[in-house]
């Protein structure tokens, strides 16, 4: 039984991915609790990147929110930091690879639990949140985005949107760089982390960063893509597969 399962999610798992694909190729735009679901997750994850569920929203008067996520090779490790002043509160997701050898499960919905990842929420003190966000601010994170870098899945990226003081941000970039090195606010986050996950240390990997240049074999589809830092969110992506 657990022989005829496995065939059964691998083929539609194949047709998923391609379905799935497009929806993200078409750019839809997220919605709140996107990262929850696994589905909407994959039809919006470069909206959900760029704050693409709040950054309309953010003018006068709307509460400041962050969105920060650690790419580790996208298929080894993705770590999705959501930081809301109202209440002082720290959401952690960090995605991991599914190897199905290993999986097993009871019922159909089951199929989509490996995409959930492991998640968990964390109160922060006053002193806590505004060290995190003077981190933030000192690290130029609400100044002039970093335009033009690119940022590949099969490497080490930070990404970091928000709405901050009525004003919408969005910048990004990629290990190594001079940028990584002057980011001071990811040691005091993942001090913060309460997931318990080791993190994904970076390392030199083969990794192209021209748009559209990555494809995966199809035998074994590896999902891949290559964002660009724009004026005012993602100036573009390349392919996924």
Avoid at 44 to 51: L, R, V
Avoid at 63 to 74: C, M, Q
Avoid at 122 to 130: I, V
Wanted: glycine share 10%.
């Amino acid at each position: 039984m657990t022989s005829k399962l496995l065939n059964i999610w691998t083929k539609s798992k194949a047709k998923l991915t391609g379905v799935l694909a497009l929806g993200l190729l078409a750019g839809c735009a997220a919605q709140p609790g996107g990262a929850d679901n696994p589905i909407t997750n994959k039809f919006q994850w470069f909206s959900y990147i760029e704050g693409g569920d709040f950054r309309n929203a953010c003018g006068s008067g709307a509460p400041d929110r962050y969105r920060i996520i650690y790419n580790a090779i996208y298929t080894e490790q993705v770590r999705i930091y959501e930081l809301t002043s109202a209440p002082m509160r720290l959401h952690t997701r960090v995605l991991l690879p599914m190897d199905l050898r290993d999986f097993h499960v009871d019922s159909l919905g089951g199929l989509l639990d490996p995409w959930r990842g492991q998640a968990a929420g964390a109160d922060l003190s006053e002193p806590d949140m505004n060290a995190l966000v003077a981190d933030l601010d000192a690290f130029g994170a609400f100044g002039s985005p970093n335009q033009g870098a690119e940022l590949s899945s099969k490497g080490f990226f930070w990404t970091l949107a928000a709405c901050h003081k009525g004003s919408y941000h969005f910048t990004g970039f990629p290990w190594p760089s001079a940028q990584w090195d002057q980011a001071r606010f990811t040691k005091r986050l993942f001090a913060l982390d309460p997931t318990g996950v080791p993190i994904n240390e970076p390392r030199k990997t083969k990794t192209s960063r021209e748009l559209g240049a990555s494809k995966g074999s199809q035998k074994n589809p590896v999902q891949q893509y290559h964002l660009k830092v724009g004026k005012n969110g993602l100036a573009g992506w390349g392919t996924i597969f």
